[in-house]
């Protein structure tokens, strides 16, 4: 009898022992006030993108709770070769291939959509951003948040939270929505020092962001520097931004001259689809609305042999990281890297956009972004711009 209790104390202590203090939930919390709650942070991270063929490393500074600021913060972000400055009322860029400022605080009350999408430039994915999601996450009843196996990370003991998000994503500091009758999982993973309660590892998603790993370093909190420059009439070579009015083609209109590379293949322009019903989808890497439109346009592709699809990208850099992703998301039609003046003489300004020419090389269908009902919207539009004479 003495043993048998002797073995349910020493249970029940261990039990003890092993229960952790925190609930999963409370992990998230606790970071977010760690980082919010510091005078000023700064911090180096690398980003592994399908944008490049490597990492980018960021350092990025940023003071949490300036009462001057729209968002609640003011950060520096730089990079190789440029500098992201927002400093509570204007967002500017200093490079060496840009120097402009493309965001004042006026465009919040002209354009109030704007303001969750700013966190994104410059420090999207970092400890700054997530410090501003995570609460909305702890407190969201639909997500499921659990504690994972832990792990070592710089010989600190951290814990591992799994987060997984049914029809949201993070995006920037917000839980962007998707719509209900595109049910999606979007599963993520943090990583927080049992020490400091700090995210130390990798944030890692199945979303379709433009990042699809991000690995932080060298954590510096309460770090004050007076020695930053922060308003745009600080540097004599930032010039203001020059906005570019799009204006999408209606039905009716005809196809516009526009050239694009095709890989293998050189370039191709308005001629290559001349006497052709063709589907043009205007794509970008970095859009999870895009990266969803490929097995739609794949089924497409492959159902309607008189159609000709082609996948127009003007948004990003260089044609091999389109060769990298269309081996690895299966893009089964040609797709092509064209600029701003194809962007332009479209009047496309949004991902994905779809639009649907008829053999005499007149606009039939438009359509800006994606929903539950794109597909059979455009197999009824195909099939009547096939059918025509």
Do not use: H
Not at 241 to 267: H, N, Q
């Amino acid at each position: 009898m003495k043993k048998i209790l002797f073995i349910l104390v020493c249970g029940v202590l261990a039990a003890a022992c092993c229960k952790d203090d925190k609930t999963a939930a409370e992990y998230l919390t606790e970071y977010s006030e760690s980082v919010m709650g510091s005078k000023a942070s700064a911090i180096r991270f690398n980003a592994v993108s399908e944008r490049d063929s490597g990492t980018e490393t960021l350092e990025v500074y940023a003071e949490p709770n300036p009462a001057d600021t729209v968002i609640g913060i003011r950060f520096q972000a730089t990079s190789a070769d440029s500098r992201v400055i927002y400093n509570g009322t204007e967002l500017f860029v200093i490079g060496l291939r840009d120097s402009y400022r493309y965001l004042q605080k006026n465009d919040y009350e002209t354009y109030p959509i704007l303001k969750p999408f700013i966190p994104i430039t410059g420090y999207a994915g970092s400890p700054f951003s997530f410090a501003r999601v995570l609460p909305k996450i702890a407190a969201d009843t639909t997500a499921r948040i659990t504690i994972l196996a832990d792990t070592v990370i710089d010989k600190l003991k951290c814990r591992q939270i799994g987060v997984t998000l049914r029809n949201k994503s993070i995006y920037g500091e917000s839980l962007y929505k998707f719509p209900a009758d595109m049910p999606r999982e979007f599963v993520y993973k943090f990583i927080f020092s049992k020490k400091d309660g700090l995210l130390r590892g990798e944030g890692s998603a199945n979303d379709a962001g433009g990042y699809d790993m991000v690995y932080y370093t060298d954590y510096v909190f309460d770090r004050p520097e007076t020695d930053r420059k922060w308003m745009f009439a600080d540097y004599p070579e930032a010039k203001p931004y020059e906005r570019t009015e799009y204006e999408m083609l209606t039905v009716g209109s005809p196809m516009p001259e526009f050239s694009a590379i095709v890989d293998g293949k050189g370039t191709v322009d308005r001629s290559a689809f001349e006497g052709k019903p063709t589907l043009i989808l205007f794509w970008t890497m970095g859009c999870g609305a895009s990266r969803s439109a490929i097995p739609v346009v794949n089924r497409l592709y492959e159902k309607y042999p008189a159609l000709t699809v082609f996948g127009l990208n003007n948004d990003d850099p260089e044609l091999e990281y389109i060769t990298r992703f269309v081996k690895k998301y299966d893009i089964r039609y040609t797709v092509g890297l064209g600029n701003r003046e194809a962007a332009l003489a479209f009047g496309v300004n949004g991902w994905p956009t779809f639009m649907l020419f008829g053999r005499d090389g007149k606009l039939r269908f438009v359509q800006m972004g994606l929903g539950g009902t794109t597909e059979k919207t455009l197999c009824e539009e195909i099939e009547k711009t096939i059918a025509e004479k």
